[in-house]
């Protein structure tokens, strides 16, 4: 049951994003209602990569904006969510026959560098070939010729990373709704399992199931998204101390081996996606082709299926017909006080939020009072 019949504004959605604004718009004095159909965190926020990352490779998309805005939320988490956030190093093996060379890969790292001035991680270092093998004795040494050794961040819990923004909202006045679907949005308010909340501004925060909550409104289709799948393994042999971003062989993509919770991460895949992101799943031949990738990048792994602890999958909701990974904010004409968030990074979801609630003030007609959540510290969920 919520205590209220009004609110400023109604969020749909409770992953990173949903609660981030909702903590945002609460810190700043809005009466705030987030509705939930799961778990706060459990849908595609929980099926990340768990990285706090730059974005290296929109680099060679021109990205540079996409990639500074990251870089200097990466530095903001890391100050305001140190419990949550931490540094990892991440190494680039480079082979002989890998698509982007030594030089390409060099001037990655410099410009990285560069868009992340003022930071507190290290800056890169070049490795040659026998530092690579010092360091990392696993790595296949056929074709080797070097790598680059730079750092971002990783969530090992990225739930708990939106748990932190809930609560937090919470302490400011916010409400919660939990295993309740909303099923009408209408230009006064919200329908949901149970009642009917008035709202100022609706904010439609659902990932990728974005589509199926504006089902009964007449809005193009919004979200092209494509599934990531990952394995998780126990320590194995030659494993990494540190992260390693592999080009995979087969089809050079980017694969990620991450030390995770005292097991490996490995993924991802990327794999256009049709359908209720409820039911994506991971498939035979993307555990085939991690392990593979994973296998011929570290011979001496010799992982095989009966390895595998867990696998997962989710769906990044990648606005339609489009390669880039910013976000935008969709406003519908037909429903002036609904708003859409399409796309968006777990990176950058707290410059998101706060995009998202200068907006939410702007359709109020209401000033807004400064943001404050680049500032306020955010507890891990254990402290409270």
Known sequence: MVRASRYDVVIIGGGINGAGICRDAAMRGLKVLLIEKGEIGAGTTSASTRLIHG????????EFGLVYESLR???????????????L????????????GRLTIRAGMILY???SWGKSLPRHRMLSRAETLERW??????????SALYYDAQVEFPERLVLANVLSAREFGAEVLTHTRVTKITDSGVEFGGGFAEAGVVINAAGPWIDLVLAAVKSPKLIGGTKGSHIVVPVFPGAPANAIYLEARSDGRPIFIIPWNKLYLIGTTDVPFEGDPDDVRCEDWEIDY??????????????????ILQTYSGVRPLPYQSSTRRHFIREHPQLSNLLSIVGGKL??????????VDLIFRK?????????????????????
């Open 290 to 307: 991690l392990l593979s990738e994973t296998n011929l990048a570290l011979p001496g792994a010799k992982l095989t299926r009966d390895s």
């Open 55 to 62: 974005g290296l490779r929109y680099l060679e998309h021109f």
């Open 113 to 115: 560098d560069l868009l």
């Open 73 to 87: 939320e990466r530095e903001t988490l890391l100050r305001i969510a140190p419990d949550l956030v931490r540094p």
């Open 364 to 384: 109020l007609g209401r000033d807004s009072p400064p943001c404050r959540t680049a500032k306020e510290y955010l507890a891990a969920d254990e402290r409270r």
């Open 137 to 146: 004795p696993g790595l296949n040494p056929e074709g080797l010729v070097g």
């Open 347 to 356: 990176t950058t979801y707290r410059s998101l939020s706060e995009e998202c």
């Open 89 to 100: 190093a991440m190494a680039i093996p480079i082979y002989k026959q890998s698509r982007r």
